[in-house]
Every structure is written in structure tokens, then in C-alpha cells.
């Protein structure tokens, strides 16, 4: 009898495990055939879970006759890299500033920086400061700065750097280190599983940012790949419309694959997300787990 | 004379106070040097826009700016038409109730899948289940917004020509309001289900298996065994990530709703939130009145609710509470 129930327990857990995992996986592969499908047959028979006849010619388009889907994948990238690495060092900084006992007025500064994740102006107010005072509107920087400094990677930074021990540093300075030497040379190195921890945060938060260029960016030529997947999506015509209108090309224009196009912008967009995810989940796992509770 | 007495001291005290800060600023100046950007960012993206709740008493002029933009007349003005438009209150409302719902189907599933992840042996069949459920935290809204495009939304829907291949009538999601909040329920578990699990994950395998050995020889089955002893455990965490979650209850994931929603006016009934509301008070009708008096309420509310929920959360376990 007990054997019985330990059984259909598990029977229920692996079922209903591979239940989800299939739910959550359903919608790529939707997408995936979506974008190798022809488009008579997806406007034919609809969406499916595999494409009756596969073809390419949604990913031609996007590639071979719009440079605006290349040019958006380059300011994304850019964005990405250079929000990455100064986000990095300036919340590294300040956590590692944080994490040290002798620093007198710590408390201070941690409070200033909690108080920021307690209390929000909200949308309006942070609209009008940056584009009334900072002027950030239609520049590269609008798609970076704001996210740079951060309190929650602050903290996490800071909570990491309380476990390396303070008598490093003194014995450091005894050799004669000045406090920079001793936080490139000895502290960074010690704190390389953090380092990736946050840094991978940061650039998924980058990479998938759509908000900054929502609100910041009017003109689409400097949208990021996030944003230029939402105008395709909402605005069917955008990608004709950005065609030249040679001879050839117009031919082509009049059998573009709309449906199959928005689906492959899709696919491109979290092209390299799938791509690194296999590498790099373990370290957004520890992420989660030190830093979803305690900030 | 002794009026001068103290007069001197307080001089004295007040010179080795500012002293004392001169000195450990340049004691430790290299320090306070790397905290420099981090303060200067802060302040400019969090602290300056703080300033600008003041715009909910004000009739905002771009030229003039936050400060010299004039009052509104009667002062509370902006909060008079957003109490008494329909909309405003619906957005509240909407916020509120999504979020309930969010938060307790959210509950259900992050604990539920934790205990089932818990009970699966087979190494590789653990790995693969829970890569899969954890695959979606990890795109864009935006994404998502095209996810439900292809199964929900388009002329083309997938979720349509497989209801009519079984014989069933299509359903009109675009204009069936009624319908979204389950839709977004299934959406939010879709994406947040395998992030949530992993905080409860850690709980369980951080308990002491002699627990479970000693269960176990006293005949206690599997299901007992998460009964008594599993579930009771992971209370304390279940009840502080709740009531974090309570304290952002006015804060609706503006992401989802801007994507998934988008600009479906027909579904605003039950979809129209806070944060949307002020978007589009903002971009779409530039109502700078009203949408900066809806996000002072939301701003000030939530603030109030962090705050108490985390004072609950400190009370329930003194080390998971943010502050």
C-alpha cells in the first residue's frame, strides 16, 4: 500500500514537471516554425507547431533587404558591452567602498542607496528629468545611464565583499598598496564569482531593455533590437516601407513574408539569449538565490 | 563668563566635528572616491525625480520646468479629476486585483513546482525540466508580447485553428475582456513560475535530511513527509516573499501590460492599470495633471506598504526583511 502511494506521487511529480517544462517550452517552438513556415501557408492554416513547408525567405528579408534590423542588433550590442562594463565597476566600487569596516560614514551611504529601492517618483517626474534636465532624449546614452547605478547589485556586491577578510587590505597597505592597487589587484580577482553573478544580470537587463528606448528615443534609426522587434510587430507595413525601390527589390516587396518577418525578428532578438543560456543559468541561480530576499 | 565658557566649547566641539569629517574624508579618500558615481547616479536617477512628485500640485509647463511651473487651484486640483474620472479609479482597482491574483496563483505554483522539482531522483530529467521552466524569465516582454501574437491574438492564432481542428468555436480574445485576467495569470506563471521556484529550491535542499531519515523509519510516506515536514519549513520563507510581494501591490509589471495588452482598448475594462494609465496620461494624451497625480498616489502608497510589509517580514524572520 505505501509502496503504491510513493509510487503515484512520483508518477505525479515527473508528470507534472514535464508537463510545465513542455508549456513553457511551447511558445519558442511556436515562434521558430512560425518563422521557417511559408507565408500562404500561415495565412492559410494559421500558426502551428511545425511548419508544413520550411523557408528561409523570412530571415532573407530581414537580413539581405533591411539594414535597420542589423543597425538596431549593433546598438544593442553596443549598449550591452559598454552598460556591462561600467555598470560592473561602479556598482563593484561602491559595494566594495560599503563592505569595509573602517569606513566611517558606510552607514550613511547605505541608507542613501537603500532609500532609493523604498521610494520612487515614479514615471512622470523621472521622464521630465531626463529629458528636461539631462537632455537624454535621442541620444546612445539614454539606452545606458540610467541603469548604471543600481542598489540592489550595490548591496549584493557589498554582501559578497563582507566575506572577504579585512586583514588582506591591512597587510596589503603594510607592503605599501594605495586603496586602488589593492581593489584592482586583490579584491577584484577574489570576487570573480560575483563579478559574473551581476554582470551577467546587468547585460540580460541591457540586452532585453526596451523601456529606455520607449520613453527616451523618438527616432527609430536609434532604437535598440528590442524596440525595433515591437515597431515591426505593431506596424506591419515598417519593413516594406524601408526597402529601396529598385526594380528587383519591389518584387521582392510584394511577397514579403510579414507574419514569417516578425516571427524571425523575434527569433533573431533572443537568438543569443538561448544560445549562452546552457553556460551561464548557474550563475543567475546564485544570483536568485542570495539576492531575491536580502537586498 | 560662563556664557563665554560654553560659547567656546560649543565652537570647539563644532570645528573638531567638521574637523573630524575633513579628516576621514581624507583618510579615507580613495574609498569615498569610488563611491562618488554610484551617489551622483543615484541622485540623478532616483533622488532628482522625487523632487519632481511636487508636479501633482502643479499645472506643468515644459519650459518652466518642476519648480517654477505653477500651482494648480485649488492646489489638489489634479487629484479632484483623477478621483473623479472612472478611469483613475478602474486603474487602481485593476492594479490591485491583478496583483492579488498574481501573488496567490504565483504562491501556489512557485511552492507547488518547488516540492515536485524536490521529489524528482533522476539527475537529468531535474536538470532538463527546470532549465526549461527557467527559459522564459530570461526574454523580453516585448518577446512575450509577440509569444501571445502568435497563440492569441492574430488573425492567425494558433490557439483558434486548434480549437476549430477540434470542433470547437474560436474564441475573439482581442475584444473578450472578461478573459485577460486568467490570460495573464497563465502569462505571469508562464514566465516567472521557474524564477520563483529556485528561492524555495534553496530552502529545501538547505533542510537537514536526519529530518526526513527519522520520519522515515517511524513509516511516515513521502506525501507525510512533505506534509509535516517540508511544508511547515519553508513557511518562514513563504511568508516573508509574500509580504514583499504585498508591499509592491500598487506597482503593476508595466512591461507586460504595454506588450501583451498593448494598445487594446476593448480590454482596458480589466487590463488598465496604474502604470499604463500614467503612460499613456503621459505620451499618448500628455495629461501631465493627472499623471502625475495618479503616480504621487502610487508612489506614496507603495512606499507606505514597503515599508509595513517589511516591518511584517522582519517580524516573521529578523534576517530575510530588506532593512
Known sequence: MTLKKISLLKVFCYAAALIFALFCLLPFIMVISGSLSQEADTLKYGYGLFPRNVSFMAYKVLFMTSDRIVNAYAISITVTVTGTIFGLLINTMAGYSLSRKSLKYKNIVSIYTLLTILFSGGMVPWYIVCVKYLHLSDKMIALIVPYLANAWYIFLMRNFMKTIPEELNESAKIDGAREVTIFFRIILPLSKPALATVGLFIALGYWNDWWLGLMLINDQDRQPLQMMLRIVVTNVEFIKSQMSNSAELQRIVNQIPSEGVKMAVSIVTIGPIIFLYPFVQRFFVKGIMVGAVKG | ?323
Not at chain 2, 506643468?60 to 485649488?74: C, D, L, V
Not at chain 2, 475582456?177 to 502569462?187: E, G, H, T, Y
Not at chain 2, 513560475?193 to 529530518?211: E, H, M, N, R
Open chain 2, 1 to 323: 563668563m560662563q556664557n563665554n565658557l560654553s560659547r567656546n566649547r560649543g565652537v570647539a566641539v563644532a570645528s573638531t566635528g567638521l574637523l573630524g569629517v575633513l579628516k576621514e574624508l581624507y583618510v579615507n579618500k580613495a574609498l569615498y572616491m569610488m563611491l562618488v558615481p554610484a551617489v551622483v547616479l543615484l541622485f540623478l536617477f532616483c533622488y532628482m525625480p522625487l523632487f519632481g512628485l511636487v508636479l501633482a500640485f502643479k499645472e506643468f509647463n515644459f519650459e518652466m520646468g518642476i519648480f517654477h511651473s505653477p500651482w494648480t487651484k485649488p492646489v489638489f486640483n489634479n487629484f479632484l479629476f483623477l478621483f473623479g474620472s472612472e478611469y483613475g479609479i478602474r486603474a487602481i482597482r485593476n492594479t490591485v486585483l491583478l496583483n492579488a491574483l498574481f501573488i496567490s496563483v504565483g504562491l501556489v505554483f512557485e511552492v507547488g513546482f518547488a516540492l515536485i522539482f524536490n521529489e524528482i531522483n533522476s539527475k537529468i530529467f531535474k536538470k532538463i525540466t527546470q532549465t526549461l521552466t527557467f527559459l522564459p524569465y530570461f526574454v523580453s516582454w516585448i518577446v512575450v508580447g509577440v509569444f501571445t501574437y502568435n497563440i492569441l491574438t492574430s488573425d492567425h492564432a494558433a490557439l483558434n485553428n486548434f480549437l476549430s481542428v477540434l470542433g470547437l468555436p474560436k474564441i475573439d480574445f482581442i475584444t473578450n475582456a472578461s478573459i485577460w485576467p486568467i490570460i495573464l495569470v497563465l502569462i505571469n506563471r508562464w514566465k516567472l513560475t521557474g524564477y520563483g521556484t529556485i528561492v524555495y529550491l534553496a530552502t529545501l535542499s538547505g533542510i537537514d535530511s536526519s529530518y526526513y531519515e527519522a520520519a522515515e523509519i517511524d513509516g511516515a510516506s513521502r506525501w507525510q513527509q512533505i506534509r509535516f515536514i517540508s511544508l511547515p519549513l519553508l513557511r518562514p520563507t513563504v511568508i516573508v516573499l509574500t509580504l514583499l510581494a504585498i508591499g509592491r501591490i500598487f506597482n503593476a509589471d508595466f512591461g507586460m501590460f504595454f506588450s501583451v495588452v498593448g494598445d487594446a482598448a476593448t480590454l482596458y475594462s480589466t487590463t488598465d492599470v496604474i502604470d499604463t494609465f500614467v503612460y499613456r496620461s503621459l505620451r499618448v494624451s500628455s495629461d501631465i495633471g493627472m499623471a502625475s497625480a495618479a503616480g504621487f498616489v502610487q508612489s506614496v502608497l507603495s512606499f507606505v506598504l514597503v515599508v509595513l510589509s517589511n516591518m511584517a517580514a522582519r517580524k516573521a524572520d529578523k534576517d530575510s526583511a530588506l532593512f
